[in-house]
């Protein structure tokens, strides 16, 4: 049994509570949290669980195997930190920190501990990412032009990051996924309507070097709840609409391809529309499967897909991005 302690159960970390509640092989051993009346809620719903209020009570706990870090991205760093040097396992939330050297800092220190360090790139773990990053690679889809994701709703609106550092980890670690690549600029803009120095809508064009290109539109500042990505391809498109209750990706055999022997303007591109497919996904809650991969990686002593690699590589994206939104959309090197 690996005893977790999830730190932060606020509304993201009261799922990773009930998640590692019920997760084989994991015990759910501390819930932590400063705010006395979650903290009650949390200790009532989850009598099994210690309850604490402060972060130290759980580092010193040597019955504890992995901290869950679910606190405000500014304290990623710090409990991310404190709890590897204190040997245990850590879980933390997305942006894993704010800094692509305090996430270069955190990956090294992870090594040298030898301890797992995970970071929550949900969408990972979905299902119909799984089914995307298949049909990529077995070359359904032919080679890849571009990708879109929007991300937007009306809220949350955060006072403490802007709507980039806030929605787009999760499109970027499923574009660099789905890639098998890695970006080499960026180039952002975004504008400050509701508080001061916090963009509320972000549109962003990640520049690969063979020219792929992916865009992402993120804003709490919206009519729409989108959560949705369009992946075009030469031979078919795919689009993912995380929003859709059932039909969440739609397989389109549709296509252009360039006569290169036309002799009328009109021979020159011919244009297929064929069929769409929409294949069953799994409907497994992503993050149930998150948490089970956490526990696996400790109990089998695996990298976890999500690793501190792979948020480090999404905070280098984010930090040119927030470069690039500073100086007006210039494409920023990653
Ligand atoms: N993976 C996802 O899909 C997803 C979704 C939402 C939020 N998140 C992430 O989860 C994290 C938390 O977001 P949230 O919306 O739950 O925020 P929140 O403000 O609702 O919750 C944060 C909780 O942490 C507690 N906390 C803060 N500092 C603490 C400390 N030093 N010791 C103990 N408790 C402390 C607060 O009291 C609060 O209960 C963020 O990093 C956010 O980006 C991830």
């Given at each position: 049994m690996i005893n977790i302690a999830v730190v932060g159960t606020g509304s993201w970390g009261k799922n990773l509570v009930r998640n590692f509640a019920s997760a084989d092989g994991a015990a759910l051993y501390v819930v932590c949290d400063r705010d006395a009346k979650r903290l009650k809620a949390l200790s009532e719903a989850y009598p099994q669980a210690k309850a604490v209020p402060d972060i130290g009570d759980v580092l010193s706990d040597r019955a504890v195997n992995a901290v869950v870090i679910a606190t405000d991205a500014k304290f990623h760093f710090e409990h991310a930190k404190a709890a590897l040097e204190a040997g245990k396992h850590v879980y933390v939330e997305k942006?894993?920190?704010?800094?692509a050297d305090e996430a270069r800092r955190l990956t090294a220190l992870a090594a040298k501990c030898g301890r797992k360090l995970m970071v929550g790139h949900l969408l990972l773990y979905h299902p119909a990412v799984a089914r995307l990053k298949t049909m990529v690679d077995s070359g359904e889809l032919g080679e890849i032009y571009y990708m879109y994701t929007q991300r937007l709703n009306?809220?949350?609106?955060?006072?403490?990051?802007n709507a980039w550092w806030s929605l787009a980890p999760h499109d970027i670690s499923v574009i660099n996924y789905l890639f098998g690549a890695f970006p080499a600029k960026v180039s952002a803009q975004g504008q400050c309507?509701?508080?001061?120095?916090?963009?509320d809508v972000v549109f962003a064009t990640l520049h690969f070097g063979d020219g792929r290109l992916a865009q992402v539109h993120t804003s709490w500042l919206d009519p729409h709840k989108m959560r949705r990505m369009t992946i075009v391809g030469s031979q078919k498109m795919v689009t993912f609409d995380d929003m859709e209750p059932a039909e969440k990706v739609k397989v389109y055999d549709k296509g252009a391809v360039a006569n290169l022997?036309?002799?009328?303007y009109g021979e020159a591109i011919t244009l297929r529309q064929g069929d769409i497919h929409i294949p069953k996904i799994d409907t497994t809650e992503p993050l149930r499967l998150e948490c089970r991969h956490f526990v696996e990686s400790i109990a089998n002593d695996t990298t976890p897909l999500s690793d501190a690699e792979n948020g480090l590589d999404v905070v280098r994206v984010l930090e040119a991005g927030g470069r690039s939104i500073a100086a007006g959309g210039s494409p920023e090197e990653v």
């Open positions: 942006p894993m920190c704010q800094t009306l809220g949350v609106v955060r006072s403490n990051e309507y509701l508080q001061k120095g916090i963009e022997t036309y002799r009328s």
